[in-house]
């Protein structure tokens, strides 16, 4: 189907445009408009605030520390419905953080992350916009007093209202020149990776981390190293050398950079390695002649059918072509693709520990500048690894005869040989060729005596136990680098709050076990293409589906990867605007982790902007929720599951014993840290049932003894007997929980009569098939069962700013041509809810942004007993209060 053009939908409210196809466009035309709602920017103590869920000031229990796996204060375990504070929203003005404390106290939220404060701010900002800094020329390594007061002054406004916060050290802070570090424009961003070994960056992390902590608060007269209201610390966000490996940086590491890493390696070298003659016995090579060609039609003499078997070339989202001609096979790409496609396929087949040489002549006959492709040896069996083979080959206009020889992980019958990240430009290949065996390998007694022996990597012939030894030397480095900041917080400035590295997926997790908890992020259609700054050139889109089909997040990342008996946190999740399913998201986030036994789940970002408190659009960036009307209206509802505790833990654990040598051995090959029940082979959809967890320790089940699910399983129910997933009809999946206090419905109901036990639900026609309705009893005592009740329901399904444009990219994806303006709208929900109270009992109000009654909903009579309330869009609500004497 070719793309639809953008449209404007005419409707007698303000306008959103939202709708994509064709059945859907005529569908919104017949119901009804959206209309005006904005929540609030007040705390009222109303039927619309779960603000008693919170136990203030926060910190009157004493410090969160961690017991038995969990955290916990003098009072007991404590968990955490929190959200983020991003770049400037970390320095409101006094009067917007009193007020912003008391929304935020209203929705149930007990810490907040105040992330990326460590710089001057750049993302979704009209121009650079100060944080903690100091505003100097001359160096960053400075805070100005007048943010540091204003940061001061929001944590006691959060610790008044119950408020705990996780500090963030580093995030964005990238030292320079102006300190010291020459040739630091060719390091990462936030010299990520470089600040785990280079010395004097390890020296200003500390400098930076006791100038905040050891500060004093003059308004709660503690400085954060003793505060009770600060929860946790985080030393540096999504930081990993190892990654810079595996994306093979080290290639082109700049020195003095490169020197000083491969100064430690050598170092490592003679601590395990007595000799070279030691050395060369460890890291046996024996050269094989080159046999067995794999690539034949290599030298693309003939035409090649790239459909699948043996050749595959997948365009993604990229505009291609691929072609042979004059003996060269040649790839014209006149559009980037995300996630670094187009890709070149051709199939292999491998045994584990057989050395191959892979060569292939290469350039780039049209195209900006050198560039680099990715090379590697992979299988997709089982989800994507590398077979020993991964790195990026410097392709310019000139051409180039690359030789990369590797020695096969495992076996593999359908691996592939891989070439991405094409950018837009003409490129030719030819001579492609793999062969088993290897001509001449990499010698280790060439500069071991001098400590010269190189870093792996730029297609040095490295013996399977060398790479070991390489990706070992970088294990070692990991936690050293961790652990000595963890000891320098604790020990040196006596920190008292639990202090965390960095997330899983950027250092292995026995690692980040070492400290107090463990992390990880999760985004469910993060936006691509030029989403991050306000004068991209580059499109950007975001794929716009519900996660209630797969829960993808939660079975295949956020589940699976928990080390056990470990406090466990989620520091960001987001289902980002403008996605359209995106009330679905903190539900899901809070109704597993609760069933898991979660520690904290932080919904990312609340806000980023220092001058947008109170917006009555939604802002320019993605992931900011401050006005999403669909999003915030079930934050009460979350409170009650998670922080309350509403919905409950799995009665059974399966927790996986992992073989940490198996561990590093995958790791030497594939050259990921992430890790997972899935990888130990078990079936992911236990998490969907029962609490699951690995263990590094030695304990835990054998993989291969864990329960097996029906492949054809369509319905899943936690052992608890509260959550329902079910997938019975195809596209139209939902979840549900059925808990005392809390019930909860988010999908497509297709006209089904959901039973909630003691409470049902039907849901009539809305603009997405889709909708979110969650219903909590304020004061956990039913829902009329037995007695009295004071019931906050929430309805959401579409909503957005007035008059955005949405623009179809193909497939699912879509971007905004026009992002609207105030005030955000909503779609009113039609529903049916009978519960189980008399109708004379009952009342029901509509209510208003602020959560006041502003009119009567009728309770009638349902059929079979109990009580029948009719929502619908004539309310121009998301709110409802019912009320049960």
Not at 508 to 528: C, N, T
Request: charged share 20%; hydrophobic share 40%.
């Amino acid at each position: 189907m070719a793309p639809l053009p953008p449209r404007r939908l005419a409707c007698s409210a303000p306008v959103l445009v939202l709708i994509l196809a064709p059945c859907c466009l005529a569908a919104a035309d017949e119901l009804p408009p959206l209309f005006p709602f904005v929540i609030s920017y007040d705390g009222p103590d109303n039927a619309s605030s779960v603000a008693h869920l919170l136990d203030a000031p926060a910190g009157k229990h004493g410090f969160v520390r961690v017991e038995n796996g969990r955290f916990a204060t003098d009072a007991g375990p404590i968990r955490f419905h929190a959200t983020n504070l991003t770049g400037p929203a970390n320095f409101p003005t006094h009067e917007a953080a009193g007020k912003l404390a008391g929304r935020l106290a209203r929705f149930g939220i007990n810490c907040v992350r105040l992330h990326f404060m460590d710089t001057w701010y750049v993302n979704f900002m009209p121009e650079p916009t100060q944080a903690i800094l100091a505003d100097d020329t001359d160096t960053q390594r400075n805070l100005d007093p007048n943010q540091l007061d204003k940061l001061d002054y929001l944590i006691a406004a959060l610790k008044q209202r119950g408020i705990y916060v996780n500090m963030n050290l580093h995030v964005g802070r990238t030292l320079d020149e102006r300190d010291g570090f020459e040739n630091a424009g060719g390091l990462p961003w936030a010299n990520k990776g470089i600040g785990q070994f280079e010395p004097r960056m390890i020296e200003f992390q500390k400098e930076y981390a006791r100038k905040l902590l050891t500060h004093v608060n003059r308004y709660t007269g503690n400085p954060y190293t003793d505060e009770p209201c600060v929860a946790m610390i985080e030393i540096s966000n999504e930081d990993s050398l190892m990654s810079l490996y595996s994306s093979g940086f080290f290639n082109r590491m700049p020195e003095p950079y490169a020197g000083e890493l491969r100064r430690q390696w050598n170092a490592w070298l003679h601590r395990t390695y007595d000799s070279a003659a030691a050395l060369q016995a460890a890291w046996t090579w024996k050269p094989e002649p080159l046999r067995d060609e794999q690539i034949p039609d290599g030298t693309f003499e003939t035409p090649l059918a790239f459909t699948g078997v043996p050749w595959s070339f997948a365009k993604g989202t990229a505009e291609a072509e691929v072609r042979t001609e004059g003996g060269v096979l040649k790839i014209q790409v006149t559009r980037d693709g995300e996630e670094f496609f187009p890709k070149l396929f051709r199939g292999l087949s491998l045994k584990n520990g057989q050395v191959y040489t892979l060569s292939f002549r290469i350039r780039r006959t049209e195209g900006k500048g050198p560039w680099q492709l990715s090379v590697a040896a992979a299988t997709t069996q089982g989800g994507w690894r590398s077979l020993g083979l991964q790195e990026l080959v410097d392709v310019d206009a000139d051409w180039k005869t690359v030789n990369l020889a590797f020695e096969a992980a495992e076996d593999a019958d359908k691996a592939h040989l891989q070439m991405t990240r094409f950018k837009v430009g003409r490129y030719e290949i030819d001579d492609l060729s793999l062969k088993s065996g290897v001509v001449r390998g990499y010698d280790p007694s060439q500069g071991f005596a001098e400590g010269a022996v190189p870093l792996a990597g730029k297609g040095l012939a490295f013996p399977a136990r060398a790479t070991r030894d390489f990706q070992r030397f970088l294990e070692d480095t990991d936690f050293r680098y961790w652990t000595g900041m963890y000891d320098y917080l604790k020990r040196e400035l006596k920190a008292k709050p639990p202090v965390s590295g960095t997330q899983l997926g950027y250092s292995p997790p026995h690692i980040q076990a070492s400290l107090d908890y463990v992390d990880i992020h999760a985004y469910w259609r993060h936006p691509r293409g030029g989403w991050i700054s306000l004068s991209a050139k580059e499109p950007w889109t975001i794929e716009n589906d519900s996660m209630v089909h797969s829960l993808a997040n939660i079975k295949d990342r956020l589940a699976v990867q928990r080390v056990d008996n470990k406090p466990y946190t989620i520091s960001e999740y987001n289902h980002p605007y403008p996605n359209q399913f995106g009330a679905e998201g903190q539900p899901m986030l809070c109704v597993y982790g609760r069933l898991h036994g979660w520690d904290g789940v932080f919904q990312y970002s609340y806000n980023h902007y220092v001058d947008q408190f109170e917006p009555q659009a939604n802002p320019w960036c993605f992931f900011d929720c401050i006005a999403r009307t669909d999003v915030l209206a079930h934050f009460p509802a979350c409170a009650a599951i998670f922080l309350r505790g509403d919905v409950r833990q799995a009665d059974r654990s399966i927790v996986a014993a992992v073989d940490l040598a198996a561990y590093r051995e995958r790791l030497a090959a594939s050259r990921s840290v992430s890790f997972s029940i899935g990888t130990l082979g078990m079936d992911t959809r236990l998490s969907l049932v029962h609490r699951t967890a690995l263990d590094f320790a030695g304990g835990g089940i054998n993989p291969a003894d864990a329960p097996r699910l029906p492949a054809d399983q369509r319905v899943f129910t936690s052992d608890t007997g509260e959550i329902l997933w079910n997938r019975e009809i195809p596209g139209a999946a939902y979840l549900a929980v059925n808990a005392p206090n809390t019930k909860l419905f988010t999908g497509f109901p297709r006209g089904r009569t959901i039973d909630l036990g003691g409470v049902t639900l039907k849901i009539g026609e809305t603009r997405l098939g889709w909708a979110t309705v969650s219903l909590v009893s304020r004061q956990a005592t039913g829902f009329g069962e037995q007695g009295g009740a004071n019931i906050l329901l929430a309805a959401t399904g579409d909503s957005g700013n007035s008059g955005r444009i949405v623009k179809p990219m193909g497939g699912n994806k879509i971007t905004l041509t026009d992002r609207g303006a105030a005030p955000v709208l909503a779609e009113g929900i039609p529903a049916t809810v009978t519960l189980p109270a008399e109708p004379r009992a009952i009342d029901c109000y509509a209510l208003d942004p602020s959560g006041n009654r502003k009119g009567k909903v009728s309770v009638e009579k349902a059929e079979g007993g109990g009580a029948k309330i009719v929502l619908g869009p004539r309310y121009t609500t998301v709110w409802y209060e019912i009320d049960i004497r």
